[in-house]
């Protein structure tokens, strides 16, 4: 009845058979990878990536003019310290030795941090929206005409290597979803509209080239093939 099958005990046993146990015994024809592999490109290849030109402005580059605005806006510095300081908690700040700072130790460390970073940062973004500006009726609209740009501004142009859309991109600390926004550039519009802010630096880029998806050589994927 139903009260037997729902209160039933059973006694099972698993047996857990690995099938690296039997590779040795497995004879691989190349033909068949061969094969398999053809039919199955779209499983093995490079994904499309980019390059881009970009323009970084670090934080600490403006620190000198942070603390000329946090002279001149103490009252509202104070805000932003006591508020951070009391969102976080005292035994959020600790010394090198683990103890927890005094409260006047804390807030002097908010103060020399995390506010002077974000006022540092909205000069950056002062910056780089000069950049940004300098760009919109530039012709024609190219990476080298963006690296001329910089320079002509007095600014240091750099060089990404190439980076799929879901990668992070070697060569700085992009702030994140920075490869997704520059993945949508293309050559007609190949320049940033807005500023990219990270935690340390702001950035401004340009598309310099596109590389489509390719597929993998069988040798470089014979592994992954076979397995």
Known sequence: DSY???HEKADAKIVFIARSNFLSQ?????????????NNLALYRNPERIQVSYVQFDAATFF??????????????????????E??????????????LSAAEAKQRIRDEDVRRSYALIEAQKSANLLIEALLDM????????EQKAADMGLQASVSQPF????????????PGFASTVFQLTPNEPFMEEAAVGTNAVFVA????????TPKPFEEVRAQVTS
């Open 87 to 100: 969102q976080r908690g005292p035994d959020f700040f600790k010394g090198a030795d683990g103890q927890p």
């Open 206 to 213: 340009a598309l310099k080239a596109r590389f489509e998806s």
């Open 4 to 6: 037997r099958r729902e």
């Open 139 to 146: 012709t024609p609209k190219t990476a080298e005409a963006f």
């Open 26 to 38: 497995v004879t691989l024809d190349e033909a068949a990878l061969l094969n398999h592999y053809s």
């Open 164 to 175: 799929a859309q879901f990668e992070t991109p070697a060569g700085a600390v992009f702030p």
């Open 64 to 85: 000198p003019t942070a603390e000329q605005r946090m002279a001149k806006q103490s009252a509202e510095v104070e805000q932003m310290v006591n508020a951070y300081y």
